[in-house]
C-alpha cells in the first residue's frame, strides 16, 4: 500500500501536532505546532478511556508529539500515533504530568516520528486524573507552516475514542 512507512522517503517538514486551541502555528524548540481548535471549552473529565482523532498531513513530516490539555499536576497518560490499519507505529512511555504554558502539556515521543504525507494516522491519548479544559470548534482542516514551508492537516472523528474527543471537541 502507499501508506506503508518503509523508511526510504526523504522526511519533510518538522511538525508537532498540537491538539490545542487557535490556528496559528507556534515555533518551540525546532518544531511548528499545528492547532486545530478555535477555542477552549468547558471542563474535561477523565475515564481511563481514550481520545483519539484521525489526521493526515499533505505532506513528509516529522511528528515530535502532541499538546494535551493540563490544569494541574495531577495527570499520567501516554500518546501513541497509529497507521491506518489501527496499529501503533509510535508511543511515548507512561508519565506523570502537570500544566505546561497556557494550560498545555507538550507531550513528546521519545524520538520524532516520520509520517507520510497523503495518510491517515490516528493520534490516540490515555489520560488518568483531575478535568481539564478541552478544545472547542474543531477544524476539518488547516494549514500550519513550518520554516516558511506550508503543511495542511486534515482532521475526521476516529472510532478509537471511547472518550468523547472527535472532530469537533476534546483534547
Not at 517538514?13 to 525546532?30: D, H, I, K, R
Not at 481520545?51 to 490539555?69: H, N, Q, R, S, W
Request: net charge negative.
Amino acid at each position: 500500500p502507499a501508506c506503508v512507512l518503509d523508511g526510504s522517503v526523504q522526511p519533510g517538514s518538522s511538525m508537532s501536532l498540537s491538539l490545542e486551541e487557535n490556528t496559528t502555528t507556534t515555533f518551540s524548540s525546532s518544531y511548528a505546532a499545528a492547532k486545530r481548535f478555535s477555542s477552549k471549552g468547558g471542563s474535561w473529565g477523565y475515564s481511563q478511556g481514550v481520545e483519539a482523532v484521525k489526521f493526515m498531513p499533505d505532506t513528509d513530516i516529522y511528528l515530535y508529539g502532541f499538546g494535551l490539555f493540563a490544569e494541574t499536576q495531577s495527570y499520567t497518560g501516554h500518546i501513541k500515533v497509529c497507521d491506518e490499519d489501527s496499529l501503533s507505529i509510535a508511543e511515548s512511555p507512561k508519565i506523570s504530568y502537570g500544566s505546561g504554558p497556557g494550560g498545555i502539556y507538550d507531550m513528546l515521543f521519545d524520538s520524532p516520528v516520520f509520517l507520510k504525507g497523503g495518510c491517515w494516522y490516528t493520534a490516540c491519548a490515555t489520560i488518568t486524573g483531575s478535568n481539564s479544559q478541552s478544545g472547542s470548534g474543531g477544524r476539518t482542516t488547516i494549514t500550519a507552516e513550518d520554516n516558511g514551508v506550508p503543511v495542511q492537516f486534515q482532521f475526521k472523528s476516529s472510532s478509537m475514542s471511547s472518550n468523547g474527543t472527535d472532530v469537533n471537541s476534546g483534547q
